[in-house]
Every structure is written in structure tokens, then in C-alpha cells.
């Protein structure tokens, strides 16, 4: 009776082992999808939609506007809203944020023929401001990278909506120092080479890689479970990333940082081997009163490099602006 009892928890430890083991090395699609359908909902986050003229926006929202300005979050390219995650568990839940999916990106509609320069996306993100009811009150604007050059110029362009800003490791300036990657990308836009967009798995494994301090920490088969779900649409990144280093937007944030006229605070991984770190002391001199933080062994992608920093300087900006 005994050894039944003991064994048979044990056969069931086991089979749940050995069935976890055979899903991450067979079919890590099937685990991050399921990693990423279970995880908003441990944290409290609902998936929502907005619709604008046919046009779908999917977000994460959690908390109800309040007291405190709510909090908007822009990811950057190639990603989706799952980019805040890890630090948005970190955010007291009576804060009302809102994590967007860009345009094209994740569940948001993704038509084609569209354009996706900054201002382009600019114009979306207000239509989904504007359908969501978001600008009643101005709000805190979170972006990183594409999603940081995009929050930069959608507070040039209404200064009214946005009381305060973060940008981290924004694209879209003129850095004094070039990252290889940047170097790179100068070189081939003018042909229109895309070859920086990954087009199988390994490729993307490395390009995700790339923005990581610690490459080798990242599990291999969750990165490939994660770009069998990317792959599909390639052409849709390919075109978003022509979009987004055309002459147009190449210095985009560049261009309007001098309009900037709310409380800014900029982040920056020292070690960030896509956006150069460099671009910190452009965004101080252009933007009044904007406050530096450099974060030590932080690459490109913050959120996962130092979620625990990044949410606190997130949290420390948006309640020192509270007590203004
Ligand atoms: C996208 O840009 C092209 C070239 O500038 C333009 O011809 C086209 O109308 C734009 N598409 C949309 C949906 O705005
Ligand atoms: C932002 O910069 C672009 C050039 O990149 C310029 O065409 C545009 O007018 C600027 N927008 C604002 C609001 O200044
Ligand atoms: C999921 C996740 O990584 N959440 C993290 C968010 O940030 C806090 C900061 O300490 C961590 O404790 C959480 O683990």
C-alpha cells in the first residue's frame, strides 16, 4: 500500500516531466504560446481591442484610469506587447497601464499596403488614443526603441495629450558613435537589403541575441519556439523595417526632439550593441530638464536585461512627476 502511494506521485512527476521535456525540445511553439497565453493572466493583465474604422488594436490593459495618469507602452520593432511583461508585475495595480500592440505588430491589424515611417505610426497610436478615450487626461508615455523614437515625436506632435515621457533606447537619432549593427544598417538601406531581417530561425535566435547582455543565458528553444510564430511575417517586418530607417524616419526623433517640452526621462543599457548608448547625451542636450540614467551590464532589451531597474526608474519618474 505504501510504495503504491509513494509511486504513484512519483509516476505522475514523472510523466509531467518527461511530457515537458519532449514539448520544449519538439515543439517550443506549443510551449511559448502557451507561456504567453498564461502569463498576462498570472500578472492580471486582459487582453483587450479597440476598433477604429475597421482598423483592430489589441492591448494589454490593467487598472482603470484614476488619480495618477494612466501609462502607455510602445514596444519596439519586431516585438510585441509581451516586451512589458516582466516588468509590468512590478507596477503597483493601481496604476492604470495600457501595453499596445504597434501597428502590424502582434494582434493589432496588420494591412497591407501600409506604411509604417514614424509619422504613420504616429497617426495610428492617436486613432487609438483617441477610440479608447486614452487623452481625457494626459498620460505617461513609455517607449523603447521603435516604440521610443514613436513616443518622442507623438509628443512633439500633441504636446497637450502626454505629461510626461520615457524613452528608452530610442532609434531614430543621429548618434555620435554607431553600433555594428547601425553601421550595418546605414550601409544597406539605401539598397533596400533587407538581409538584416532574419528569414529562418537561427538568424533570428542571433538577431534576439544581439540585444541581450547575457546572450547565453536566453533559452535556445524558447527563442526558436518564439520565431516559428514570427517567420510567417517576415514580409510585414521587412516593409516596417524599410519604413523605419527610410530618410524619412531615420532622424525622426532627431528632427523633433526640440519640441519636446515635457518632464523626459531617458534609460539606456551601457552594453546596448543595437542602439548605441551614445545617443543618451543627444537626447539630454536636445530635450529641456531631460533626466540620463545608464544602466550597468544592460543591453538593448532592458525590460529583460534589467527588469527589476527598469521597472523601478519607470515607477520613481512617474511618481515624482505625481508629487509636481
Ligand atoms: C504608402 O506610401 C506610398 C509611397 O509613399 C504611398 O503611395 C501609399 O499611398 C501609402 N499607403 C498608405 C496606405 O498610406
Ligand atoms: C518631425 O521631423 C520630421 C523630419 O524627420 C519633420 O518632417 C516633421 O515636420 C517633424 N514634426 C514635427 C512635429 O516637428
Ligand atoms: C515576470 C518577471 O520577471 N517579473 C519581474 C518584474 O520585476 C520584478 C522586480 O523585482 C521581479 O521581481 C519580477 O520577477
Redesign the pocket.
Known sequence: MESILLKTPLTFISFLLITFLIIYFFWPAALVRLMRWAFPKIIGLQVRYAEHEGYRFCYYSRGKPGLQPSILMLHGYALDKDTWLTNVSFLPKNIHVVCLDMPGHGETTC?P???YTTF?QVKRIHQFVECTGLNRKPFHLVGISMGGMVAGVYTAHYPSEVCCLSLLCPIGLNYPKDSDFMKSMKKKRKNHDVSLVPSNIQEGVEMFKLGLYYPRMAPKQLLKGFFVDWLPDNNFYRKCYLDIFSDESLYSLQDNMSKIRVPTQVIWGKDDKVVDVSGAEVLAKGIHHAQVHLLEKCGHFQPLDSPKKTSQLLLDFHTSYMKN
Open positions: 494591412l499596403g501600409e506604411n504613420d
